[in-house]
């Protein structure tokens, strides 16, 4: 169970906020197409692309999920009309095997993935 042990100031909170910076988030859901015949090599394809938009920056965190209807979340530095674009390009979008909702967020520097 989680705990929520550290107080945290009104002040502590308006600091943080003012580091924000906006990223995207997308949200990556399994398509109806995910099953069709030929789907394995689109679907290498699509992680090759998103490992490489990582390697570029464009992905600043990516986590493939391991849901029968979420198949993966991706943080992303660019704007959401880029991020929507970048995404559009997927192979697996593009074969609806993957269906993306994009959406602005504020991320805050120095949050990282736990080790």
Known sequence: MVSVNTPVTDEQIQQLVATGVPFSVALLWWGPNRYMDGAEPIELEHQRRMVSLRADGVIAVLCPA??????????????????????????????????????????????????
């Open 66 to 115: 391991q849901s029968d209807k979420l198949a993966g979340v991706a943080v992303m530095t660019a704007s959401p009309d880029e991020a929507k674009a970048v995404m559009d390009g997927d192979p697996c979008v593009q074969a609806e095997m993957i269906n993306c909702d994009v959406y602005p967020v504020i991320g805050f520097p120095g949050d990282a993935l736990p080790t």
